[in-house]
């Protein structure tokens, strides 16, 4: 009974669990609309026509009757109604962006990234802008190109994207506004340490097949043939939305549109090119921008200079070589984020010797390359807030198929077919434990409380 009205103690100044875990009483409420409603479309911008199929439709009723007419009618009005819907991107006006987020001195939105970022009211919708810097010279053609395919981009494990804005070298990305906490957080909050959301075994299976699942879609099912990736998984770019704990991942089609992403030359000219990396000399230089990314400068003998940025811990090690960004990076950061969630442990961490006073690193991968050596290991490694409550056999399964995806050869890992299907099977095996087991599900007025 205690413990109980000490719970409800603490839950009463708060809405909900993540509000608890963020220590935020932020209302999840839209803002105000401060911002002007009107937009300047994609087609308007670029002098698109869009009416074309309307006006075929026309000259056919005129020139038919009866069933012909009904029938043409039908699909005059599917195509004006699918020139409605706002699947088209929209080019916002950068006075309505300015506007919107009150010049800009609107009160800074805590995201993932590192990027400045502003939650504020867009054409009647809440949404967060996010600004972001370009990485290289984007020609307009080829910016309205990507950005159209990426807005037709619908997943419910992907954040959407409405459009964007331009100004100078900056692009302003236009997302929708989710509730939640980061995962990073919900792992590792440093107001309490001993204290986690995902607390059982299904809460975390739920995290990594929703990871899963949104990124095979980028991956394989988007039908747009641009071989898109992210480019940018790590456990700070994943929401954990409320209430029901799935989740969702942020900031899809960002490094597309800024220019970060950079094509892989031909395999002929590839080859040459790793030869040379081979022989060439290496320096590498690190400045330290936040403590959750870094920028990497490598310059190699033949005075080029090549910028890699990235977060530690969850580059690959091509990427690292070469600065090119493909699914198989993807695979290796979302393996890192898998670990992550079974262990609740950093990806990478520094620790000092106090004998020596030496620094030493450690990472997630490392770890679990030992732990699953044997059992004992594994159940000392996943995660103790579990409190031992877990199939020890599908964590096995699932720790080896992140340590595939971290391979270091990029050709060994498996692709996110395969892996999404993989951790569906494992969800559904860890259900049947469950039920087998008869765990009782969580009971947040009990378990708010930290322990």
Not at 313 to 331: C, H, I, N, Q
Not at 392 to 403: G, H, I, N, Q
Request: hydrophobic content about 30%; charged content about 25%; aromatic content about 6%.
């Amino acid at each position: 009974m205690a413990l109980e009205k000490k719970c409800h103690l603490v839950r009463q100044n708060y809405q909900t669990p993540l509000e608890w875990v963020t220590g935020s009483l932020q209302s999840s409420s839209s803002p105000s609309a401060g911002g002007s409603r009107k937009h300047t479309d994609l087609s308007t911008s670029y002098g698109v026509n869009t009416n074309t199929n309307t006006n075929t439709n026309t000259n056919t009723n005129t020139n038919s009757s009866g069933t012909g007419t009904s029938s043409s009618s039908s699909r005059a009005s599917l195509a004006s109604l699918r020139n409605s819907l706002s699947e088209n991107p929209n080019i916002y006006d950068f006075s309505h962006i300015r506007k919107a987020t009150n010049n800009f001195l609107a009160k800074r939105f805590s995201s993932s990234s590192t990027s400045q970022s502003w939650r504020c009211a867009i054409r009647g919708k809440d949404v967060v802008v996010i600004q972001r810097k370009f990485r290289r010279p984007i020609e307009t053609p080829e910016l309205r190109r990507v950005l159209s395919e990426i807005c037709k981009c619908h997943h419910s494990a992907l954040i959407k994207l409405h459009g964007a804005s331009i100004s100078g070298d900056h692009i302003y990305l236009v997302y929708d506004y989710v509730a939640g906490a980061d995962l990073a957080t919900c792992l590792r909050n440093p107001k309490s340490p001993n204290f986690t959301i995902l607390s059982n075994w299904m809460s975390r299976m739920q995290v990594a097949m929703d990871l899963a699942q949104g990124l095979e879609y980028i991956h394989h099912y988007t039908g747009l043939h641009l071989g898109l990736v992210h480019n940018h998984i790590k456990s700070s770019s994943v929401i954990i939305t409320e209430p029901s704990f799935n989740a969702i991942i942020c900031h899809f089609g960002a490094s597309e549109l800024c220019g970060e992403i950079v094509r892989r030359t031909p395999p002929h000219q590839q080859n040459q090119s790793r030869l040379h990396n081979k022989t060439s000399e290496i320096e590498e230089i690190e400045e330290e921008h936040s403590s959750s990314s870094d920028s990497r400068q490598v310059k190699r003998s033949n005075s080029k200079l090549m910028k890699v940025q990235g977060t530690r811990g969850y580059m690959s090690p091509e990427f690292l070589a070469d600065g090119v960004a493909t699914a198989k990076s993807d695979v290796y950061a979302f393996g890192v984020v898998v670990l992550e969630l079974l262990s609740g442990e950093e990806a990478q961490k520094y620790r000092t010797n106090e004998a020596t006073g030496e620094i030493s690193r450690g990472t997630v991968i490392e770890a679990a390359r030992e732990a699953v050596s044997d059992t004992w290991r594994l159940r000392r490694w996943v995660d103790s807030r579990l409190r031992d409550s877990f199939p020890v056999d599908v964590a096995e399964k699932m720790t080896r198929l992140a340590l595939e995806c971290v391979d270091v050869d990029p050709e060994r890992r498996p692709d996110m077919r395969h892996v999404a299907g993989q951790i569906s099977r494992f969800f559904l095996e860890s259900k049947g434990w469950v039920e087998k087991m008869g765990t009782p599900p969580v009971d947040f007025t009990v378990s708010l409380g930290p322990r």
